[in-house]
Nanobody, 121 residues
């Protein structure tokens, strides 16, 4: 199995910054795509950003120019640097990792437990 542990959420004022981290562990042979999604109250979960194993990022339009996704392959960790935060960024942020199992045949897609980000004055 593969486990994801997220950290870094919290309360921040508009215009502030936060950095989220998500570390993957367990039966991992390789990781293909790592990403962040978010879900605000009353809304569906939506893509924030992804990064593939060529380090090519992809961002949702609302966060372009403000958020930066990165990964540390040696640590199986993905980061989300969030700058110029707005109240509409308030949501539970989930990381997602897709890859190949080390000890089992096939691929996995795992979700983190979610971390709350609240942007408010």
């Amino acid at each position: 199995q593969v486990q994801l542990v997220e950290s870094g959420g919290g309360l921040v004022q508009p215009g502030g910054s936060l950095r989220l981290s998500c570390a993957a562990s367990g039966s991992i042979f390789s990781i293909k795509v790592m990403g962040w999604y978010r879900q605000s109250a009353g809304n569906q979960r939506e893509l924030v950003a992804t990064i593939n194993n060529d380090d090519i990022p992809n961002y949702a339009d609302p966060v372009k120019g403000r958020f930066t996704i990165s990964r540390d392959n040696a640590k199986n960790t993905v980061y989300l640097q969030m700058n110029s935060l707005k109240p509409e960024d308030t949501a539970v942020y989930y990381c997602n990792v897709e890859g190949e199992y080390r000890d089992y045949p096939g691929h996995f897609g795992s979700w983190g437990q979610g971390t709350q980000v609240t942007v408010s004055s």
